[in-house]
């Protein structure tokens, strides 16, 4: 089993989630992050999936994926040619006494703080997995209180487009 | 889970144009296949410009129907050298109609052809090369064809666990060419060492004219192969014994459908032994005389299936083989049958049981028979009574209980065309269809008889 990242250019329409999401299921398949939003293009919407999966049924479920009426394209795209970034919210315990550590940490990880109350801090991270991973390290023993994150975002190096690309077609 | 090519909800009447160009467009088109279009009561009840033709955008539906010539050439090649080649046809051949292509690529390489449950009329059955249906339940001579082959020629097939028995040892030292329209089946069961996507008519098109360039009127010498075969033709044809308790037996009736209405006749077929002897006792001469609903398992299918091909072809002669039990689940149609006008001819291979479900538990369950007994027969309470029933929806209602009144009743059937007929054949409920490869086992483990398997000779088999 190995970790894959998938970007999916898809139409704008109602349930198209669902139909992604279902061929995962009916697989087995767990998808371990998804991100979902618009594109450039009116109309359109890139899907970001990172599943856990064996090469052969990769392929299978790519090929069905390309299928799906409302998906335009599926490219897995490789960690070498690829930008990865997760993006987190991360609401922290703090006090007097702790308060200069976690701004130390925020310093260190290039994080930012965007919300202080006078026993807790919302911080902003971005940045590849383990960067974030790390980072939730550093403040659990202060006491993390609240934790949302984005799915995965992935975007390929260099000029090329695959929106460009389809468009073109 | 969706179990349509596609959907699609309308919200707005303006949309429905456009939805449903678009719908007929999937639905028709590459794969083909059905497309659910749910129009809500608003958008039904609401006012819009009518436009027409409306413009119909699916970026992301272009299905490949031309081949790559690369592996054209490829799969020639592969052909040229294949010393035991199949054609093993599936049901693609006949959505592309691709029949005639397909007859001529068999006369350019003299390969034998095995065609699958919906395949049956692709290739006609009186064809030299034509072994049958391979499968759980195809002839031995199919069955072998594949196992022993080196090369399957794999057109609009997909490797079914019907055709392909227990998949690790099907086919073991074959090459596979695989053409299909869905790139998904090209590789799902089985590695394709040439895949080809595509229209099997544009594909068999350029692939006749590769190997006719190539081979100049001569073809590959395969004359050990089909020695093989053909001795293997000659010791295990099909065939049936006949039931023990007296009753019809319901291979002979259907064998007798076939030949009295002959081959531009349609048979439409449920799910079960009725099916399957259909499949194996008609001979089957053109595409589409052969309506079944295959994987799907579609219990019921042929009620409707026999209508709606007497209401596209009104001319021809159509036939519903059907189980008593697949027929308890569609009859009502026959209201629809003769309000309309539609008088097609309903066979009742009346065994009194879910026939397939008793096979199953009579040999592989001690005979503990379970819900499989249905009291259809005439010596049962017989609920329903078919007769009845028949003549309940306007049709006439024939009940057969003897050899000599096959004949009379299903040329009745065929005379009478002022109203659906129903015949009532009560047969025997022991019959089993034969031969059989055991679920899940491999296909060189074939019986073509209840623990009779073909007898190879020394050092022959694996």
Same mark, same amino acid.
């Given at each position: 089993?190995?970790?894959?990242?998938?970007?999916?250019?898809?139409?704008?329409?109602?349930?198209?989630?669902?139909?992604?999401?279902?061929?995962?299921?009916?697989?087995?398949?767990?998808?371990?992050?998804?991100?979902?939003?618009?594109?450039?293009?009116?109309?359109?919407?890139?899907?970001?999936?990172?599943?856990?999966?064996?090469?052969?049924?990769?392929?299978?479920?790519?090929?069905?994926?390309?299928?799906?009426?409302?998906?335009?394209?599926?490219?897995?795209?490789?960690?070498?040619?690829?930008?990865?970034?997760?993006?987190?919210?991360?609401?922290?315990?703090?006090?007097?006494?702790?308060?200069?550590?976690?701004?130390?940490?925020?310093?260190?990880?290039?994080?930012?703080?965007?919300?202080?109350?006078?026993?807790?801090?919302?911080?902003?991270?971005?940045?590849?997995?383990?960067?974030?991973?790390?980072?939730?390290?550093?403040?659990?023993?202060?006491?993390?209180?609240?934790?949302?994150?984005?799915?995965?975002?992935?975007?390929?190096?260099?000029?090329?487009?695959?929106?460009?690309?389809?468009?073109?077609? | 889970?969706?179990?349509?090519?596609?959907?699609?909800?309308?919200?707005?009447?303006?949309?429905?144009?456009?939805?449903?160009?678009?719908?007929?467009?999937?639905?028709?088109?590459?794969?083909?296949?059905?497309?659910?279009?749910?129009?809500?009561?608003?958008?039904?009840?609401?006012?819009?410009?009518?436009?027409?033709?409306?413009?119909?955008?699916?970026?992301?539906?272009?299905?490949?129907?031309?081949?790559?010539?690369?592996?054209?050439?490829?799969?020639?090649?592969?052909?040229?050298?294949?010393?035991?080649?199949?054609?093993?046809?599936?049901?693609?051949?006949?959505?592309?109609?691709?029949?005639?292509?397909?007859?001529?690529?068999?006369?350019?390489?003299?390969?034998?052809?095995?065609?699958?449950?919906?395949?049956?009329?692709?290739?006609?059955?009186?064809?030299?090369?034509?072994?049958?249906?391979?499968?759980?339940?195809?002839?031995?001579?199919?069955?072998?064809?594949?196992?022993?082959?080196?090369?399957?020629?794999?057109?609009?097939?997909?490797?079914?666990?019907?055709?392909?028995?227990?998949?690790?040892?099907?086919?073991?030292?074959?090459?596979?060419?695989?053409?299909?329209?869905?790139?998904?089946?090209?590789?799902?069961?089985?590695?394709?060492?040439?895949?080809?996507?595509?229209?099997?008519?544009?594909?068999?098109?350029?692939?006749?004219?590769?190997?006719?360039?190539?081979?100049?009127?001569?073809?590959?010498?395969?004359?050990?192969?089909?020695?093989?075969?053909?001795?293997?033709?000659?010791?295990?044809?099909?065939?049936?014994?006949?039931?023990?308790?007296?009753?019809?037996?319901?291979?002979?009736?259907?064998?007798?459908?076939?030949?009295?209405?002959?081959?531009?006749?349609?048979?439409?077929?449920?799910?079960?032994?009725?099916?399957?002897?259909?499949?194996?006792?008609?001979?089957?001469?053109?595409?589409?005389?052969?309506?079944?609903?295959?994987?799907?398992?579609?219990?019921?299918?042929? @009620?409707? %299936? +026999?209508?709606?091909?007497?209401?596209?072809?009104? =001319? #021809?002669? !159509?036939?519903?083989?059907?189980?008593? *039990?697949?027929?308890?689940?569609?009859?009502?149609?026959?209201?629809?049958?003769?309000?309309?006008?539609?008088?097609?001819?309903?066979?009742?291979?009346?065994?009194?049981?879910?026939?397939?479900?008793?096979?199953?538990?009579?040999?592989?369950?001690?005979?503990?028979?379970?819900?499989?007994?249905?009291?259809?027969?005439?010596?049962?309470?017989?609920?329903?009574?078919?007769?009845?029933?028949?003549?309940?929806?306007?049709?006439?209602?024939?009940?057969?209980?003897?050899?000599?009144? @096959?004949? %009379? +009743?299903?040329?009745?059937?065929?005379?009478?065309? =002022? #109203?659906? !007929?129903?015949?009532?054949?009560?047969? *025997?409920?022991?019959?089993?269809?034969?031969?059989?490869?055991?679920?899940?086992?491999?296909?060189?483990?074939?019986?073509?008889?209840?623990?009779?398997?073909?007898?190879?000779?020394?050092?022959?088999?694996?």
């Amino acid at each position: 089993m190995s970790q894959h990242v998938l970007s999916l250019l898809v139409e704008d329409r109602p349930g198209l989630l669902t139909r992604v999401a279902g061929l995962f299921a009916r697989r087995g398949f767990n998808i371990e992050s998804l991100a979902v939003g618009t594109t450039e293009v009116e109309g359109l919407s890139r899907i970001t999936v990172v599943v856990s999966v064996d090469g052969l049924p990769l392929e299978q479920v790519t090929k069905q994926l390309n299928k799906l009426i409302n998906v335009i394209k599926v490219v897995e795209l490789e960690p070498e040619t690829t930008v990865e970034r997760d993006h987190m919210l991360i609401k922290v315990k703090t006090d007097a006494a702790t308060r200069s550590q976690v701004l130390e940490a925020v310093t260190l990880f290039r994080a930012r703080v965007i919300d202080v109350a006078s026993d807790a801090l919302i911080i902003e991270v971005t940045g590849e997995t383990a960067k974030c991973q790390a980072f939730i390290k550093v403040l659990e023993p202060f006491g993390i209180k609240e934790l949302v994150q984005s799915g995965v975002l992935a975007i390929g190096r260099g000029s090329k487009s695959i929106t460009e690309k389809v468009l073109k077609q | 889970m969706p179990i349509t090519k596609h959907s699609f909800l309308v919200t707005k009447a303006e949309d429905i144009p456009g939805v449903l160009a678009a719908a007929v467009l999937i639905a028709t088109t590459g794969r083909p296949g059905p497309v659910l279009v749910d129009i809500a009561k608003d958008a039904q009840n609401g006012k819009a410009e009518f436009i027409w033709p409306p413009k119909v955008d699916l970026p992301g539906y272009k299905p490949v129907t031309k081949p790559h010539g690369k592996q054209i050439q490829a799969a020639a090649q592969l052909i040229k050298e294949a010393k035991r080649p199949v054609l093993y046809v599936g049901g693609g051949i006949i959505r592309a109609r691709a029949d005639r292509e397909l007859l001529e690529l068999a006369k350019i390489i003299g390969a034998p052809v095995v065609t699958t449950l919906m395949a049956r009329g692709a290739f006609p059955d009186s064809d030299p090369q034509n072994l049958g249906m391979p499968g759980m339940h195809g002839t031995v001579p199919a069955v072998t064809a594949l196992q022993r082959s080196d090369l399957l020629i794999t057109l609009g097939a997909r490797f079914d666990d019907r055709v392909t028995g227990q998949v690790k040892t099907f086919a073991v030292s074959a090459k596979v060419i695989h053409v299909d329209i869905d790139p998904a089946e090209i590789g799902k069961i089985r590695f394709a060492d040439v895949p080809i996507v595509g229209d099997l008519k544009e594909v068999l098109t350029e692939l006749n004219a590769e190997l006719s360039n190539d081979l100049k009127g001569t073809k590959p010498d395969i004359a050990e192969w089909w020695g093989f075969l053909n001795d293997l033709r000659t010791r295990y044809p099909l065939g049936y014994t006949e039931p023990e308790d007296g009753k019809l037996s319901p291979q002979y009736v259907i064998t007798r459908i076939g030949e009295l209405s002959g081959p531009e006749a349609v048979f439409a077929a449920g799910v079960g032994q009725h099916q399957m002897w259909s499949a194996q006792f008609i001979k089957y001469e053109r595409p589409n005389s052969w309506l079944n609903s295959g994987g799907a398992g579609t219990m019921g299918y042929s @009620v409707p %299936a +026999a209508m709606g091909a007497k209401v596209a072809q009104p =001319d #021809r002669l !159509v036939w519903a083989i059907d189980g008593d *039990g697949c027929f308890q689940m569609t009859n009502q149609e026959l209201a629809t049958c003769t309000i309309n006008n539609i008088p097609i001819k309903v066979a009742i291979i009346n065994n009194s049981s879910l026939g397939m479900v008793r096979q199953w538990q009579t040999l592989f369950y001690n005979s503990r028979y379970s819900n499989t007994d249905l009291n259809t027969g005439t010596d049962t309470i017989m609920v329903p009574d078919f007769l009845k029933l028949a003549e309940a929806y306007g049709c006439l209602g024939i009940r057969v209980e003897k050899v000599e009144e @096959v004949d %009379a +009743a299903i040329k009745l059937a065929m005379e009478t065309n =002022d #109203r659906p !007929v129903v015949i009532d054949f009560i047969v *025997g409920r022991d019959a089993m269809v034969w031969p059989m490869v055991p679920a899940g086992l491999s296909n060189d483990a074939v019986q073509f008889a209840r623990d009779e398997r073909p007898v190879w000779e020394e050092g022959e088999e694996e």
